[in-house]
């Protein structure tokens, strides 16, 4: 009886995709990669959070567990940037802070997870009051046709200043959006869209 109760409470726990974390060696990494202070307030937050942490104005880091796919993703791993970091990147630095094997995990996932660190800038990469213009900036760069950066730009920008802004970023006219790194996003901006005092 006590085997059958427990082989049905697996079952439950896959069937609402509950992986526990039994590695201890796993729990130091991870909490050696949130870079606690003996002062901090920590608070977990569960499962599916990642819009939370980006909406919480006070949080000033987060560090996540998500599938190892994710994490790359979101840090540029595989040399290629979303939307979303990009758009959140002047106020959120994206870390990835290493992997956890899926045999760290009862019962076991099919995939590993990755080390996500969410940290709040102290001082945004672009002035507070040009944070909405931003995230519209990448919108249009997300959202152009044509199949790159310079040609999405182009479309409000004009040919030329978008050409030249590009060339000032050191991004290539034929450049994909989703090569262009958070750095290079910060000048297009400050170049086309928004020129003044900036960090």
Not at 96 to 117: A, E, H, M, T, Y
Not at 173 to 196: N, S, Y
């Amino acid at each position: 009886m006590a085997r059958s109760r427990s082989h049905a409470h697996a079952r439950t726990r896959r069937a609402f995709s509950q992986n526990f974390l039994a590695d201890p060696v796993a729990v130091r990494r991870i909490a050696d990669a949130a870079e606690l202070k003996p002062d901090d307030l920590v608070i977990e937050v569960g499962a599916g959070v990642v819009d939370w942490c980006l909406r919480a104005p006070t949080l000033t880091s987060a560090t996540l567990l998500t599938q190892l796919e994710y994490a790359w993703k979101r840090t540029g791993h595989y040399g290629r940037w979303t939307r979303l970091t990009i758009s959140t990147w002047p106020v959120i630095a994206w870390q990835f802070k290493g992997r956890i094997p899926r045999g760290s995990f009862r019962p076991v996932p099919r995939v590993d997870s990755g080390i996500l660190r969410l940290e709040r800038r102290d001082v945004p990469l672009v002035q507070p009051a040009a944070l909405g213009a931003y995230r519209r900036f990448v919108d249009l760069g997300f959202g152009g046709i044509g199949g790159s950066l310079c040609l999405s730009l182009a479309r409000r920008y004009g040919t030329r200043r978008a050409t030249g802004a590009c060339r000032a970023a050191r991004v290539g006219a034929d450049t994909p959006v989703g090569l262009a790194w958070p750095e290079q996003w910060l000048t297009l901006f400050r170049i086309l869209d928004h020129p003044g005092p900036h960090r």
